[in-house]
């Protein structure tokens, strides 16, 4: 065990090396958001480095990693993860696992809580004044998507950053902009279930309902307690065969009735997700009673159903994943939720 742990650690350790140099060289280009996935990928290694010392009893060299691995989400710009780490470094410290010959950790744990502080003074200064420029509904304008692609510079790991620019890009029609967004937020946050959702009701309401439901239907393999996720993909899937009724709609529908049957069995009464499901089923079962491909009031009702719900809840999602209050160096505070 021990052996495979030194195999690790060393492998981590090179890795770690590895993306920082890989970091350098990015910053150095321009390439901003390269560079801090870079920076995050190896504080994670890190990270890990440091709670492999840290299950050995190595207090010393796990708060070392601790710091270090702090460092590497400071130039990620990475609060959450940041301070995770001092926490950890800090613990360490005042547990009395570090020697006092050694007041040299303190004092980087001091510079790395600065650091934190200063990093969360500033992403609350720019949230601020985002929400200013936007409101509370969050309206959106070209001068707002601008002031978001403008700060990309100063916080490129930012995964609600991208996540707002891919939402203001949608509701201005910039498709690409928007995708391309959402998976940027997606690579420094791979396992959030809202981004997962957020990237299929995009698809879906930039009318690739083919593309959304291929999407939704691997997501759930990830997510399958996800409701808005499941939810999603069974929309996407009724309606891929586009506005007009295909020989295969029937077996679309009913692919989608069997994605929503465990949202349906749900006890949780009242919930988007469940009111959203049973009105999707409801529709869809009338027309699995009564399918034709002779066009009818189906496709009026399937239609008419279709713009009725994806703004809606683009908008919720964005809210749930990123609400539009600050984030703090202090972990008693409100936090920014990652």
Same mark, same amino acid.
């Given at each position: 065990?021990?052996?495979?742990?030194?195999?690790?650690?060393?492998?981590?350790?090179?890795?770690?090396?590895?993306?920082?140099?890989?970091?350098?060289?990015?910053?150095?280009?321009?390439?901003?958001?390269?560079?801090?996935?870079?920076?995050?990928?190896?504080?994670?290694?890190?990270?890990?480095?440091?709670?492999?010392?840290?299950?050995?009893?190595?207090?010393?060299?796990?708060?070392?990693?601790?710091?270090?691995?702090?460092?590497?989400?400071?130039?990620?710009?990475?609060?959450?993860?940041?301070?995770?780490?001092?926490?950890?470094?800090?613990?360490?410290?005042?547990?009395?696992?570090?020697?006092?010959?050694? *007041? $040299?950790?303190? #004092? !980087?744990? @001091? %510079?790395? =809580?600065?650091? +934190? /502080?200063?990093?969360?003074?500033?992403?609350?200064?720019?949230?601020?004044?985002?929400?200013?420029?936007?409101?509370?509904?969050?309206?959106?304008?070209?001068?707002?998507?601008?002031?978001?692609?403008?700060?990309?510079?100063?916080?490129?790991?930012?995964?609600?950053?991208?996540?707002?620019?891919?939402?203001?890009?949608?509701?201005?029609?910039?498709?690409?902009?928007?995708?391309?967004?959402?998976?940027?937020?997606?690579?420094?946050?791979?396992?959030?279930?809202?981004?997962?959702?957020?990237?299929?009701?995009?698809?879906?309401?930039?009318?690739?309902?083919?593309?959304?439901?291929?999407?939704?239907?691997?997501?759930?393999?990830?997510?399958?307690?996800?409701?808005?996720?499941?939810?999603?993909?069974?929309?996407?899937?009724?309606?891929?065969?586009?506005?007009?009724?295909?020989?295969?709609?029937? *077996? $679309?529908?009913? #692919? !989608?009735? @069997? %994605?929503? =049957?465990?949202? +349906? /069995?749900?006890?949780?009464?009242?919930?988007?997700?469940?009111?959203?499901?049973?009105?999707?089923?409801?529709?869809?079962?009338?027309?699995?009673?009564?399918?034709?491909?002779?066009?009818?009031?189906?496709?009026?009702?399937?239609?008419?159903?279709?713009?009725?719900?994806?703004?809606?809840?683009?908008?919720?999602?964005?809210?749930?994943?990123?609400?539009?209050?600050?984030?703090?160096?202090?972990?008693?505070?409100?936090?920014?939720?990652?």
């Amino acid at each position: 065990m021990i052996a495979a742990e030194d195999l690790l650690y060393r492998e981590l350790e090179l890795d770690s090396s590895n993306e920082l140099m890989e970091f350098d060289a990015d910053r150095g280009m321009g390439r901003d958001v390269r560079a801090a996935l870079h920076a995050r990928n190896a504080g994670l290694a890190r990270a890990r480095m440091a709670e492999i010392q840290g299950e050995r009893s190595n207090f010393v060299a796990s708060t070392e990693d601790f710091l270090s691995a702090a460092e590497c989400f400071y130039s990620a710009t990475d609060p959450m993860r940041m301070r995770l780490s001092v926490e950890r470094a800090r613990a360490r410290i005042d547990l009395g696992d570090i020697q006092d010959s050694r *007041r $040299d950790l303190l #004092e !980087a744990v @001091e %510079i790395r =809580e600065g650091q +934190l /502080a200063l990093l969360c003074d500033a992403l609350n200064a720019f949230w601020r004044s985002y929400t200013t420029l936007v409101g509370a509904t969050r309206e959106s304008s070209d001068e707002a998507l601008a002031y978001l692609i403008e700060h990309v510079s100063n916080f490129p790991g930012s995964p609600h950053l991208h996540a707002e620019i891919s939402w203001q890009a949608a509701r201005l029609c910039r498709r690409e902009l928007a995708l391309q967004s959402l998976e940027v937020a997606f690579q420094f946050d791979p396992s959030s279930p809202e981004l997962a959702a957020l990237k299929v009701s995009l698809l879906f309401e930039l009318d690739d309902a083919a593309e959304a439901a291929r999407v939704g239907r691997e997501l759930l393999i990830t997510h399958p307690n996800s409701h808005p996720i499941r939810l999603l993909a069974a929309r996407a899937i009724a309606f891929r065969g586009g506005r007009v009724l295909s020989e295969r709609a029937d *077996r $679309d529908w009913q #692919e !989608a009735l @069997e %994605i929503l =049957e465990p949202l +349906l /069995a749900t006890p949780e009464e009242g919930s988007h997700e469940q009111r959203d499901a049973n009105q999707l089923a409801i529709i869809l079962r009338r027309f699995l009673g009564s399918w034709s491909l002779t066009p009818s009031p189906q496709e009026k009702d399937l239609q008419n159903l279709k713009p009725s719900l994806p703004n809606a809840e683009l908008n919720r999602l964005l809210e749930e994943y990123h609400p539009l209050h600050v984030e703090t160096a202090d972990r008693s505070d409100p936090v920014l939720a990652l």
